[in-house]
């Protein structure tokens, strides 16, 4: 079983930069992505990052350029560089892990950006 423990959220100002961390133990398999998604007031879940084991990344294309997606696979630990950080980001971000063939997801980080 997979525990992620997520942290980095918080309030920032319009124009400011966050960043997250997701912390994975009790691989089995190996971990071989790592990722956010986040969850806006009344939308649906979308994703907003990823990193593979090989080091390639996928970005949604509202924080492309403005976000950074990085992982220390010794760790096991994800992050999520956020910069130029707008209200439109506010939102839980969830951190979701694939270790073999199964997914596991953390409980979320509240991300708030004020006007």
């Known amino acids: 079983q997979v525990h992620l423990e997520e942290s980095g959220g918080g309030l920032v100002q319009t124009g400011g930069s966050l960043r997250l961390s997701c912390a994975a133990t009790g691989s089995r398999f190996g971990i071989n992505l790592m990722g956010w998604y986040r969850q806006a007031p009344g939308k649906d879940r979308a994703m907003v990052a990823s990193i593979r084991d090989d080091g390639s990344t996928r970005y949604a294309a509202f924080v492309e350029g403005r976000f950074t997606i990085s992982r220390d696979s010794a760790k096991d630990t994800a992050y999520l560089q956020m910069s130029d950080l707008s209200p439109e980001d506010t939102g839980l971000y969830y951190c979701?892990?694939?270790?073999?063939?199964?997914?596991?997801w953390g409980e979320g980080s509240q991300v708030t950006v004020s006007a």
């Open positions: 979701t892990v694939k270790d073999g063939y199964m997914d596991y």
